[in-house]
T-cell receptor, first 116, second 113 residues
Framework: DAGVIQSPRHEVTEMGQEVTLRCKPI?????LFWYRQTMMRGLELLIY????????DSGMPEDRFSAKMPNASFSTLKIQPSEPRDSAVYFC??????????????FGPGTRLTVL | QKEVEQNSGPLSVPEGAIASLNCTYS??????FFWYRQYSGKSPELIMS????GDKEDGRFTAQLNKASQYVSLLIRDSQPSDSATYLC?????????????FGTGTRLKVLA
């Protein structure tokens, strides 16, 4: 398996522009997570999906952020309009459900977003 | 109070020594506990998971969980320079009908050759 795939790996944009990050989870995994990592705040969970349905979006910072999962093999995280404080590394992770919970999460390589 | 707390470090240990990493968590309905390793510029990868009180060993790594005291630790025996990384503690809570997965900010470990 190729693992979790994210694109683009790097994104530089100007304030006010729309940014779309993409993720392909590992085949067979029924959970998908979006995280943001910064030096100041560490790794923060933004939203997660189970079987393509958003379960908990309490970590989404504000209405400028939105996430979708139209099918089991694809998810997007959109920021519109983007702001310099959105600059961070965004990770997508996937896992499958086990008796103890969501079990091991497998992370993608991340997208480094810079908003000028 | 943060839900998952770790000392940011850096924790410096000589090669061959035991590195001890600690994590405390708030009093919630905690289900599962995880240690991830993250090399600089890379994504987190799972090292150990532990679900019940006590010790769990995997090679040079031992995870220890004490739910009464609300802490989980990771011991790395015979530390190697390649172990130098940031170690993230993650706790999975079940609350209000959903799972919440919360990471600590990580402890940076430096193993000195």
């Amino acid at each position: 398996d190729a693992g979790v795939i994210q694109s683009p790996r790097h994104e530089v944009t100007e304030m006010g522009q729309e940014v779309t990050l993409r993720c392909k989870p590992i085949s067979g995994h029924d959970y998908l997570f979006w995280y943001r990592q910064t030096m100041m705040r560490g790794l923060e969970l933004l939203i997660y999906f189970n079987n393509n349905v958003p379960i908990d979006d309490s970590g989404m910072p504000e209405d400028r952020f939105s996430a979708k999962m139209p099918n089991a093999s694809f998810s997007t995280l959109k920021i519109q309009p983007s702001e310099p404080r959105d600059s961070a590394v965004y990770f997508c992770a996937s896992s499958f459900f086990s008796a103890g919970g969501t079990d091991t999460q497998y992370f993608g390589p991340g997208t480094r977003l810079t908003v000028l | 109070q943060k839900e998952v707390e770790q000392n940011s470090g850096p924790l410096s240990v000589p090669e061959g020594a035991i590195a001890s990493l600690n994590c405390t968590y708030s009093d919630r309905v905690s289900q599962s506990f995880f240690w991830y390793r993250q090399y600089s510029g890379k994504s987190p990868e799972l090292i150990m998971s532990i679900y019940s009180n006590g010790d769990k060993e995997d090679g040079r790594f031992t995870a220890q969980l004490n739910k009464a005291s609300q802490y989980v630790s990771l011991l790395i025996r015979d530390s190697q320079p390649s172990d130098s990384a940031t170690y993230l503690c993650a706790v999975e809570f079940f609350t209000s009908g959903t799972y919440k997965y919360i990471f600590g900010t990580g402890t940076r470990l430096k193993v000195l050759a």
